[in-house]
C-alpha cells in the first residue's frame, strides 16, 4: 500500500510540473542611492597636487624662527612640494635639524645658508639628485635621503663629518 501511495505522489507532481505557469507582469522600480559627498583627499594629496599647487614649508605649518629643529611630515597634513630658495627667511639661521618627510619635493633648493646643519632628512619624497651639498654638507653627520629616485650619490663626498648616510630604495640608484 505504501508504494501505491508514493507512486499517486510522483503522479502529482509530473501533473504539477507540466502544467502551464501564468507569468505574473511586474514592474521593477530601481530606487539608486543618492551620490555619496566627495571625499576630503586635498588633506592626503594621493596621486600629487594639481599642476599649479605650489606649497612651501612655511604654507603648511607655523615656523618657529627661535627653534633650530624643524620637522614637517607630509602624512600629517598638507605635502610640502618645494623646499624653496627663501628657507632661510622663515627659519632660524642656526638651523641644525631639517626634517621634511613624506613629501612631494622634487629638488633640494633653499639649503645653501644653513651652515650648522648636522641632520638632513627628505626621506621619502621625488628628488632626483642631491644638491646643495657643497655648504650644508660641510656640516652634516646624518643624512637621509631614502625613498627618492637619486641617481648619483657621488655628491657625498662633500659631506667630510657625514657619519650616518641612509639611501634605500632610492630606486634609480645605479
Known amino acids: 500500500d505504501n508504494n501505491n501511495d508514493n507512486n499517486n505522489d510522483v503522479d502529482e507532481v509530473k501533473e504539477i510540473e507540466n502544467e502551464p505557469v501564468e507569468e505574473e ?13 566627495p571625499l576630503p583627499l586635498d588633506w592626503t594629496m594621493q596621486g600629487g597636487p594639481p599642476a599649479a599647487a605650489v606649497r612651501m614649508p612655511s604654507d603648511v605649518v607655523d615656523i618657529d624662527v627661535s627653534e633650530t629643529e624643524l620637522t614637517i611630515v607630509g602624512t600629517a597634513g598638507q605635502k ?6 627663501d628657507l632661510m627667511a622663515y627659519c ?3 638651523l641644525t635639524h631639517l ?22 632628512e627628505l626621506y621619502d619624497n621625488q628628488i632626483e639628485a642631491l644638491q646643495s651639498l657643497d655648504v650644508v654638507g ?12 637619486i641617481r648619483d650619490m657621488a655628491p657625498v663626498q662633500l659631506c667630510p663629518h657625514l657619519e650616518e648616510l641612509c639611501a634605500s630604495f632610492c630606486f634609480d640608484l645605479c
Not at 507582469?25 to 559627498?37: A, D, G, L
Not at 610640502?80 to 630658495?85: E, F
Not at 613624506?102 to 639649503?111: F, N
Not at 660641510?138 to 629616485?149: A, E, G, P
Request: glycine share 4%; no cysteine.
Open 25 to 37: 507582469s511586474k514592474t521593477m522600480v530601481v530606487v539608486e542611492p543618492p551620490n555619496p559627498p
Open 80 to 85: 610640502i612640494t618645494h623646499i624653496g630658495k
Open 92 to 94: 632660524n639661521p642656526n
Open 138 to 149: 660641510k656640516t652634516l653627520r646624518i643624512l637621509d635621503m631614502s625613498y627618492n629616485v
Open 99 to 120: 626634517i621634511l618627510r613624506s613629501h612631494l619635493i622634487r629638488t633640494m633648493e633653499g639649503l645653501d645658508a644653513f651652515t650648522h646643519m648636522e641632520l638632513l
